[in-house]
């Protein structure tokens, strides 16, 4: 009886890792179909961002597919920042940790828009992607 009170707390922590795995193996299989519609997309546990010609569209990955889904236009965006803590950097100067995010800043709206990431590099990556995509078009990203 001991040693079954003794097993007791791995047994459900076995099975609260499996249902762990399989809810996110499910996530990503739902952003693998939405994904399947955009030239670039990215997955993390924060949100999915999908790129197809200047449209952007993001939103939070769930079991079944993305929800608070947001699309804009890149003409639409005046410049798009790298935030970590909420501060703008540099990215070549950005830090090892923190909490990094992509700040679209809207010309005509006095508006923001904030795309969280898990990873500065990868946030950086992002950034530098879509501010050559914009520039292609011989648009002015104002950075």
Do not use: C
């Not at 097993?7 to 193996?25: K, Q, R």
């Not at 790298?82 to 995010?101: F, M, Q």
């Amino acid at each position: 009886m001991e040693r079954g009170l003794l097993w007791l707390p791995l047994l459900i922590a076995f099975f609260w890792l499996a249902w762990a795995g399989w809810n996110e193996y499910q996530k990503i299989e739902a952003y693998k179909h939405w994904a399947e519609n955009f030239e670039q997309a990215k997955y993390d546990i924060y949100a999915v961002l999908g790129q197809k010609g200047k449209i952007i569209t993001w939103g939070k990955p769930t079991r079944r597919e993305p929800v608070e889904i947001e699309s804009f236009s890149l003409d639409d965006v005046e410049s798009i920042n790298l935030l970590v803590d909420n501060r703008r950097i540099n990215s070549e100067e950005a830090p090892s940790k923190g909490k990094p995010s992509l700040e679209f800043i809207f010309a005509k709206q006095d508006k923001s828009m904030k795309v969280p990431f898990t990873d500065i590099s990868l946030a950086a990556k992002w950034q530098s992607y879509l501010q050559k995509l914009h520039w292609k078009s011989g648009d002015d990203l104002g950075n």
